[in-house]
């Protein structure tokens, strides 16, 4: 079975503080490509990161890094100095076999001035 | 900059009523997804395409949605009759298909809110 877990339904983190969201997944597929996005107020859905299963190093892109452990199926994002334009939900999505994406069911992140 | 386009935007509608909402996945784009996003189920799948062939339509209430994709360029989805209990979110998200690659994501249109009275 395909499952992307997401265990904190709301976090706080003080701005310009870094804050780790968690993503727990489970794939019996060798090759798969996980991903985060974020959902601000607005509701568009915006593309933020990537992590290939065989990808050696984590993913960065900007104040956005992705903790992978492979062996411990978790792909947690972190982001570095939170900004208050950072408070928005965010959903963990892994690609396994096939062209469907799976979705974790969100993070509520506030950023507090 | 490439975008998925979704109409329209709101729609208010009576139950019983038909709603059809238009996806046009980004140009290049041979898969396309349709989600629903509510604050009680968060975000489900309906239905997805690949090549313009529905491959996964199970999460989607057969007897009164149905979706199509009537060319490459043209994602619908239909209610008919609505209930209340559609009232949502409505995602049209296109990508490259896997193949392409692990690291082809899938880029969403900015929704269809959906209040059915």
């Known amino acids: 079975a395909q499952k992307i877990t997401q265990t904190q339904p709301g976090m706080f983190v003080q701005e310009k503080e870094a804050v780790t969201l968690d993503c727990t997944y489970d794939t019996s597929d060798p090759s798969y490509g996980l991903f985060w996005y974020k959902q601000p107020s607005s509701g568009e859905m915006i593309f933020l990161i990537y992590?290939?299963?065989?990808?050696?190093q984590n993913a960065t892109e900007g104040r956005y890094s992705l903790n992978f452990q492979k062996a411990r199926k978790s792909a947690n994002l972190v982001i570095s100095a939170s900004q208050l334009g950072d408070s928005a939900m965010y959903f963990c999505?892994?690609?396994?076999?096939?062209?469907?994406?799976?979705f974790g069911t969100g993070t509520s992140l506030t950023v507090i001035p | 900059d490439a975008r998925v386009t979704q109409t329209p935007r709101h729609k208010v509608t009576e139950m019983g009523q038909e709603v059809t909402m238009r996806c046009q996945p980004i140009l290049g784009h041979n898969t396309v997804f349709w989600y629903r996003q509510t604050m009680m189920q968060g975000l489900e799948l309906l239905a997805y395409f690949r090549n313009r062939a529905p491959l996964d339509d199970s999460g989607m209430p057969k007897d009164r949605f149905s979706a199509e994709m009537p060319d490459a360029t043209l994602a619908t989805l239909k209610i008919q009759p609505s209930e209340p209990r559609d009232s949502a979110v409505y995602f049209c998200?296109?990508?490259?298909?896997?193949?392409?690659?692990?690291?082809?994501?899938?880029?969403f249109g900015p929704g269809t809110r959906l209040l059915v009275l």
């Open positions: 999505a892994m690609r396994p076999t096939g062209n469907q994406f799976y």
């Open positions: 992590q290939g299963s065989y990808d050696q």
């Open positions: 998200a296109s990508g490259p298909a896997r193949d392409r690659g692990l690291q082809e994501t899938q880029y």
